[in-house]
């Protein structure tokens, strides 16, 4: 109970309890669209099935019953049900139940509209991916997949654009400027390709260009600056600038464009000299439904190695040879997708901590790992940094996160204040981001 104790004077957990907010939205409109989805490919995956015969008919008409636990969790989740503990064997199932029994109110299960909204999002995808586990072939099944191979399909055009970019800055290092440069920019790139998430987006249909969101070029990076909140990229240049050689790691977010923005970042790193390790951390199971999974990033790499663009043929078949040459490592770890704050990374998964604490620099993506780095708590934008994170510290890390969710800290009251009089949604409309860099010493 000690991390209750301290936390007890820190500011309230983002819930779902105020009316016509956008975390409202979220449970009954957007979750309940994203579950909708989940089930409508699984029966189409399973009716493209009926023809086969003999023992793989029988596996799927087992899957069937995925489908009717799917539709079970809709109904719990739009009628105020109970959550009830994680059923399956996984490794992370303990957690998840002590983390249930944490907010458990006498002897009921808590409840998806009056817990912390982190808990209960995080806990509608463990579920599905539970529900997934009930038959061998749905077990490896990603619910996720077609959207996210659409979306990518849909994102080459910024693509071939950014994957032309890259490559001339990574023949220009020949100077300090240019090298600070070269970083800056591929920094920006990564930073708004965070734009893209699908979570944010359950009407997606793959039928549409997502080039709208995607910065592919440097004029596109200079129009975004002013909404760039906190940008600590100078600390973070001071940082890189003397490394050599060194483990870098990137703890990544969305598939498609970002991770192939991300891709990018690790790129340029590589090529400069300054990184020798590449460590790509992603989700152990579908994720918030376009988080990056091992088979997601053999996809990209795959299709930029087949694709008729020669520079993103390029790009694909080198970084096809990083990976396997070892030189770039995909790793994930099941704290990744556990509904915790990083501030108990250390008492939950000391290992990763560790691990982390042995990278020269890790870059935290996107809007999902933002919110456990500030615990998912309604912060005043001015709090400093170092306060929200809570002594969440293993190494020097940088967060490049589009806000798509109303937590913030760091920020000025006089950027905030201009952000807002821009646009009344500026914490959740993906069009505003902050460069945040957190040194260890």
């Not at 029994?101 to 463990?126: A, F, H, Q």
């Not at 061998?136 to 619910?143: G, N």
């Not at 290092?173 to 998430?197: C, H, I, P, Y």
């Not at 060194?246 to 300054?274: K, P, S």
Request: aromatic letters at 10%; glycine letters at 6%.
């Amino acid at each position: 109970l000690q991390y209750f104790d301290e936390m007890a004077d820190l500011p309230e957990l983002l819930s779902f309890t105020e009316h016509g907010t956008f975390a409202r939205d979220t449970l009954k409109v957007r979750m309940p669209t994203i579950l909708t989805k989940a089930i409508d490919y699984l029966y189409r995956h399973l009716h493209e099935a009926e023809e086969l015969q003999g023992e793989d008919v029988k596996s799927l008409k087992e899957a069937q019953v995925a489908i009717g636990v799917l539709s079970k969790l809709k109904y719990e989740m739009q009628t105020k049900k109970g959550m009830r503990d994680i059923q399956d064997s996984g490794e992370d199932a303990s957690r998840w139940n002590a983390a249930l029994l944490e907010v458990r109110t006498g002897d009921e299960n808590p409840k998806w509209w009056e817990c912390s909204w982190l808990l209960s999002e995080c806990y509608l995808y463990r579920r599905i991916h539970e529900a997934c586990l009930v038959a061998p072939a749905t077990k490896d099944l990603d619910p996720f997949q077609e959207s996210k191979d659409s979306s990518f399909h849909c994102s080459l055009e910024g693509m071939a654009a950014l994957g032309k970019f890259v490559t001339q800055a990574s023949t220009s290092l020949t100077g300090e400027a240019e090298r600070k440069k070269g970083f800056e920019l591929m920094v920006q790139f990564s930073l708004w390709g965070n734009k893209s998430d699908l979570s944010l987006m359950a009407d997606f249909d793959g039928s549409t260009s997502l080039s709208h969101l995607q910065a592919g070029t440097e004029d596109h990076l200079q129009q975004q600056l002013h909404r760039i909140l906190q940008y600590d990229f100078e600390a973070l240049w001071q940082h890189l600038k003397p490394l050599r050689g060194v483990r870098i790691d990137i703890v990544l977010d969305n598939a498609g464009f970002e991770v192939f923005c991300d891709l990018c970042l690790a790129h340029w790193l590589t090529v400069a000299g300054y990184a020798s390790e590449i460590v790509l951390h992603g989700k152990a199971m579908p994720w918030f439904v376009s988080d990056v999974t091992e088979s997601d990033l053999t996809y990209v790499l795959n299709e930029l190695g087949s694709s008729q663009d020669q520079v993103l043929q390029a790009l694909g078949q080198q970084w096809r040879s990083n990976i396997k040459s070892k030189k770039w490592k995909y790793e994930h770890h099941m704290f990744w997708t556990l509904p915790d704050p990083f501030c108990r990374m250390s008492e939950l998964a000391n290992d990763l901590y560790q691990y982390l604490s042995s990278s020269q620099l890790v870059f935290f993506k996107g809007d999902l790992n933002y919110r456990k780095l500030v615990g998912d708590r309604n912060w005043s934008v001015e709090t400093p940094l170092a306060t929200a994170v809570t002594g969440f510290q293993p190494t020097a890390w940088c967060a490049l996160r589009a806000l798509k969710c109303p937590t913030v800290a760091g920020v000025s009251s006089q950027a905030a204040a201009a952000a807002k009089a821009e646009s009344a949604d500026w914490m959740v409309s993906g069009s505003f981001a902050v460069v945040q860099f957190l040194n260890s010493s």
